[in-house]
Antibody, heavy 119, light 107 residues
């Protein structure tokens, strides 16, 4: 069974840092592009970042220069280093696999890890 | 950035009725549009990709159509487990973007 499990969320102050992790299992992790998508409670979905199998990375404008996506294929893991956090970054963060490997459709999704930025 | 506008915001129907959800793009997507279902308290799941292809395990009552800027998701006969928010998403250009969602309720 394909599974994605996020961890690393929590409460952090504005200006602080958090590192999210996503552990994949049940598939050959290195063959798939991976993404982070976030959702403010009660609101819609927002794509945050993606990383291709080649290591090429993409970001939404609001996190460029503050967030860094990376992957460690030997550990079947995806990461999101979040620096200079803002109150507006408060959300549930989901990792998602690219459907079919490189399609940029998200399938499946993890259950999410909650990030709260507050003083 | 491509903006996706979903309508209606809320749809309230009886079991067995047909649900028609719309997603309109600010520029042409060809067929690069997907639909997701998010049930209460759950992560989203992929329903339809490339405008009309059902993802693995998705019931046949879900169908997608459209191309260019106008897309439709149809639930042919609404079941109680279809209560959810439905989102469209495009992958034509970066950043990848989602629509604001349509909430489907059962009367």
């Amino acid at each position: 069974e394909v599974q994605l499990v996020e961890s690393g969320g929590g409460l952090e102050q504005p200006g602080g840092s958090l590192r999210l992790s996503c552990a994949g299992s049940g598939f050959t992790f290195s063959n798939y592009d991976m993404h982070w998508v976030r959702q403010v409670r009660g609101k819609g979905l927002e794509w945050v970042s993606g990383i291709e199998t080649t290591g090429e990375t993409y970001y939404t404008d609001s996190v460029k220069g503050r967030f860094t996506v990376s992957r460690e294929n030997a550990k079947n893991s995806l990461y999101l280093q979040m620096n200079n956090l803002r109150v507006g970054d408060t959300a549930m963060y989901y990792c998602a696999r690219a459907h079919g490997g490189k399609s940029n459709w998200f399938d499946p999704w993890g259950q999410g890890t909650l990030v709260t930025v507050s003083s | 950035e491509i903006v996706l506008t979903q309508s209606p915001a809320t749809l309230s129907l009886s079991p067995g009725e047909r649900a028609t959800l719309s997603c309109r793009a600010s520029q042409s997507l060809s067929n690069y549009l997907a639909w997701y279902q998010q049930r209460p308290g759950q992560a989203p799941r992929l329903l339809i990709y490339d405008a009309s292809n059902r993802a693995t395990g998705i019931p046949a009552r879900f169908s997608g159509s459209g191309s260019g800027t106008d897309f439709t998701l149809i639930i042919s006969s609404l079941e109680p487990e279809d209560v959810a928010v439905y989102y469209c998403q495009q992958r034509t250009t970066w950043p990848l973007t989602f629509g604001g969602g349509t909430k489907v309720d059962i009367k």
